[in-house]
């Protein structure tokens, strides 16, 4: 087993997921003023620090991703944020993509940047602990788009972004989004994904990256937040299965999908029957921002003092997620 194999293991195997709350400052600002909270740094990092100090973190998560600001933070019981993420046994990781801009010639598209640099920022990353790295590429679906020039384009940047980050002994998390606004369908979804991913692999390929050594962090395959094509949780596990076995090679090791944009429910009971019917030798998990934080946000920004009752929800959020990681949640813990 390769030292990048390792480190993926350690992150997502025995029900554990990966906790994304490497929001930026912009994104992070739009959460915490939605619940009406200045997002001062000070603000930024208690938040996220009581999240790290929960008990759950021990048994449901083995990997936070951080943003730049946080990594270099120091928590409030004098040690740095990635040892205070470490002593729980979760391994420190690291956003190093800075962000989705317009693609020239396709400019309602986007072109995920950060590639100049970025052998040098990885150094900096591994020194105060940083593991793993995750880059996202983001993608709309409609009658246009996602353009070729698009998907190939965020492919080439995540295979190079791959390359450097594994150079450097780290793990990179690949994340091509394919968004759920829209109103296509879940078929549109699903061909769209597809392509999206086999793509991704085929620069990835190209760019000699080990696979074993990487984890994929794609959407699930549901209809579009605005389309009249609802779907079950029994077919956005068909189809998501359908879509990873087609288009990921098998030495890729682990899944870890985002939640964007499913509410926490939807998307611990969609991962949970994935896990069901998993007859891949791929480990599914999940890597989720909103889904894991939006309880615990809400109630944390009414009595920011309240550590137990943030951290209560949290631990439940967690525990429900790494239930699902497991294919054994059910809609009757969730009340317990
Ligand atoms: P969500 O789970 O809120 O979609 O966030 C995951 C993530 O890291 C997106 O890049």
Sequence with gaps: MSELNEIVLKIIADGKGILAADESNGTMTKRL???????????????????????????????????????????????????????????????VDTGAKDLANSSEEKITEGLDGLRDRLKKYYEVGARFTKWRAVFSINDKYPSKLAIHSNAHALARYAALVQEKGMVPIVEPEVLMEGD????????????????????????????????????????????????????????????????????VPGIAFLSGGQSENEATENLNEINKNNNTN???????????????????????????GTQDLFNHRAKMCSLAAQGKWSIVLEDK
């Design 33 to 95: 003023t939605s619940v009406n909270i200045s997002s001062s740094p000070e603000n930024r990092l208690l938040f996220r620090e009581t999240l790290f100090s929960s008990e759950k973190m021990k048994e449901c998560i083995g990997g936070v991703i951080l943003y730049d600001e946080t990594i270099n933070q120091m928590s409030s019981i004098g040690k740095l944020i990635p040892d205070l993420i470490s002593s729980s046994g979760a391994i420190p990781g690291i956003k």
């Design 282 to 308: 791929f480990i599914m998990t999940y890597s989720y921002g909103r889904a894991l934080q939006q309880s615990a946000l809400k109630f944390w920004s009414k009595d920011v003092r309240n550590k137990k």
């Design 184 to 251: 296509h369908s879940a078929k549109d979804c699903l061909n769209k994904t597809s392509e999206v991913i086999q793509k991704c692999f085929e620069e990835l390929i190209l760019h000699k990256i080990d696979l074993s050594g990487i984890i994929l962090k794609p959407n699930m395959i549901l209809a579009g937040s605005q389309s009249k094509d609802k779907i079950s949780k029994e077919e956005v596990s068909e189809k998501t299965l359908e879509c990873l076995k087609n288009s990921v090679p098998s030495e």
